[in-house]
């Protein structure tokens, strides 16, 4: 590819293009659309388009700004790609190759961010999430509880999707706000500032409830689910005190 701006020589910005390519390969073999799978096409297409922002910003802090965007988003794909998993639509190895070409991008951009000149250079940057229990984790989101909680309402709200007596509606809904209490934990996990992450884990949060609201009213129309929507509550209930106590001893924190 010829290049006609200077973004187009960093390579961040092309491991960013090679995972879009990636995706679109990935992507297409995908039957069943579900809400994560927009939720990636944005995402994938946030990180070069932030990347090439920040390249032509003059001072540090703008720079920086459109950099951590491009991070968040790079996570977001992330917690998409374990969704999908989850959601059946991804094979495990699939969704491994697929974390690779983000860590790869994700050490980019943090060496990225570390150049303080006022001309844009890159730098290398570790980023290991370690191991858990034996697994191989790429971020350190994946390392929270209350992550893998959300991951869980996933499953449980895919078991629910197979029932064909449930309102197309309804398992909409669910589809959308389960992802969205995922999406946002991964992403929120990575905002540098305390700010910014507490407004992620709200966004987490809302997303929630959202999803609890919608179990009230299933349960409402159809008695029979009472039990069921009690367990998906119950899912819920959990990740919402490990939300708070996150978001509080965050401000705490802050406050010292």
């Not at 491991?15 to 073999?29: P, R």
Request: proline letters at 1%; charged letters at 25%.
């Amino acid at each position: 590819m010829i290049s006609h701006f200077d973004h187009e020589d960093l390579r961040v910005y092309q491991a960013s293009i090679g995972f879009v390519a990636w995706l679109e390969d990935v992507v297409s073999g995908i039957t069943s659309k579900v809400s994560a799978c927009d939720h990636l096409a944005r995402a994938s297409a946030s990180v070069p388009v932030n990347i090439a922002q920040a390249s032509g910003k003059r001072a540090t802090n703008d720079r920086r700004q459109f950099i951590d965007i491009a991070y968040g988003s790079a996570l977001e794909c992330a917690a998409c790609l374990d969704v999908l998993c989850l959601l059946d639509s991804l094979r495990a190895s699939t969704v491994h190759d697929g974390k690779s070409h983000l860590s790869t991008i994700v050490s980019m951009l943090i060496g990225f961010r570390k150049s303080t000149d006022r001309d844009v250079r890159e730098e290398g940057a570790a980023y290991v999430a370690d191991r858990f229990q034996g697994n191989r984790l790429w971020f350190d989101h994946e390392k929270l509880d209350v992550y893998r909680k959300a991951l869980e309402f996933v499953t449980w709200c895919s078991r629910l999707r197979s029932d064909r007596d449930v309102p197309r509606s309804t398992i909409t809904s669910l589809d959308k706000t389960s992802t969205g209490v995922a999406l946002n934990i991964a992403e929120g996990n990575g905002k540098f500032s305390i700010k910014d992450r507490c407004r992620f884990i709200g966004h987490a949060r809302t997303a929630a409830l959202q999803a609890a609201a919608t179990l009230d009213v299933l349960a409402i129309r159809q008695p029979k689910r009472t039990q069921d929507t009690a367990e998906g509550k119950g899912c819920l209930s959990a990740i919402v005190r490990m939300l708070v106590a996150w978001e509080c001893r965050l401000q705490d924190k802050q406050r010292k």
